[in-house]
């Protein structure tokens, strides 16, 4: 590796999964520890008053587990600087407050995940920032919706949640910047692997690193990441005296499954296909929304931005609600329940379960929606099963 300058870890021009498995972590220099250990400890003995090792002092402020993390999220993104959270909301309300302050103002997405709608709408509206939603999909629709001079943030999500809309991140990051606005973009749906947001021009990455990052269901957490000093000094402060820190086990999760990003989203992708392919064909389904479909309206832009097209489908059933509730409660391969991206495959019924709250509003979904989260089981077992399913929502 003596190509490398010495400041250069051997990674820094490394391929994704060389990065997603390297970055962030020497093996130990006393034991030899391949993986970093779970630093469970609050506190670090300072050499002297002051002499910190390694710039540990307090647990809040820096934990070498969650410093490991940071560091490989910071690779798999493209960026410098990477932040873990206790969770995707309380990484997005850390920006926020990091970012902003009362009087300004944010474009969010029209169809947001239903927390971030509801941080901005009754959490930092009461602080004094405002907001108004546009469709990611149109931008001349976010042009509009920015106030020169107030408009402080552009927030993406793609593809959006559960209609799998597609944001030109792009053409965004062109409008936001004109209007001296930031760009955010939450990468949750695509994962790092899939689409490079810093490298389209977003100034931030936002992450629920609970669904494909961490991938196996069991922890809860969030990420930004950017590639600005200034940017990243105001988070780190933020991320500091606000202290909605991850936590050094649910750090080294994380970790863990961001080692297999990478195989993992081919497989989600590869099942997300075969399943696309099968339920077009199926008498009961009415439509099938994913953007590798070429009739979908985003198919043109996820291809320039996308690697693939991701693990999550949408359906429309025929026979309305009642038939799309059945066809959700009688999978067994698919588990009924919320959330995403982890190796299992989950279903739901968005307007029942993750979308209730904006039933009756402009954001309300078609009521014979069905959402997948495909897993990485034997793909036959998930086409048999979605059949069995189906059979159900089939005309006696
Ligand atoms: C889940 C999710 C979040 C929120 O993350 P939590 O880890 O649940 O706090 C934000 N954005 C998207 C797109 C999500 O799917």
């Given at each position: ?51 910190l ?121 062109a ?25 389209l021009?977003a100034?931030?990455v ?52 961001l ?46 931005q ?10 429309r ?80």
């Amino acid at each position: 590796m003596s190509e490398h300058p010495a400041q250069q870890p051997y990674w820094s021009d490394a391929g994704f999964e060389t990065r997603a498995i390297h970055a962030g972590y020497e093996p130990d220099p006393s034991t030899g520890a391949v993986i970093p250990p779970i630093y469970a400890t609050s506190t670090y003995k300072q050499d002297g008053v002051g002499g910190l090792r390694g710039g540990y002092e307090y647990s809040r402020s820096a934990n070498p587990t969650r410093t490991a993390l940071e560091g490989a999220l910071a690779a798999v993104e493209g960026g410098t600087h990477g932040f873990a959270f206790a969770s995707g909301l309380a990484a997005e309300d850390t920006l926020v407050r990091a970012l902003c302050g009362p009087g300004q103002h944010a474009v969010i997405p029209d169809d947001a995940y239903g927390g971030t709608f509801r941080l901005f709408d009754k959490v930092e509206q009461v602080w004094g920032l405002v907001h108004s939603p546009a469709a990611v999909s149109d931008v001349d629709a976010v042009r509009a919706a920015i106030r020169p001079g107030e408009t402080r943030l552009v927030w993406v999500e793609t593809p959006t949640n559960p209609l799998l809309g597609i944001g030109d991140i792009e053409a965004l990051a062109a409008v936001a910047h004109d209007a001296g606005a930031l760009l955010v973009v939450d990468n949750t749906f695509a994962s790092p692997y899939l689409q490079q947001p810093l490298a389209l021009g977003a100034d931030v990455v936002v992450h629920s690193t609970t669904k494909y990052v961490g991938g196996h269901s069991d922890v809860v957490g969030g990420a930004l990441v950017v590639r600005d000093d200034d940017l990243a000094d105001r988070i780190r402060f933020h991320q500091n005296a606000m202290g909605a820190v991850a936590g050094p086990f649910d750090a080294w999760l994380t970790l863990r499954g961001l080692k297999t990003l990478a195989v993992r989203m081919d497989r989600h992708c590869d099942n997300a296909e075969r399943i696309v392919a099968h339920l077009l064909d199926h008498p009961a389904v009415e439509q099938v929304i994913y953007p590798g479909l070429p009739d979908h309206p985003g198919h043109e832009v996820a291809a320039r931005q996308m690697k693939r097209f991701g693990g999550m489908v949408s359906f429309r059933v025929k026979g309305g609600e009642a038939a799309a509730l059945a066809v959700c409660e009688r999978t067994h391969v698919f588990t009924l329940g919320e959330s995403l991206g982890g190796v299992e495959s989950l279903i739901e019924h968005p307007g029942r379960m993750t979308h209730a709250s904006v039933a009756g509003t402009d954001l309300e979904v078609p009521a014979d929606l069905v959402r997948l989260s495909v897993g990485i089981e034997s793909v036959e077992d998930l086409v048999a099963d979605l059949d069995q399913a189906l059979s159900a929502a089939l005309p006696r």
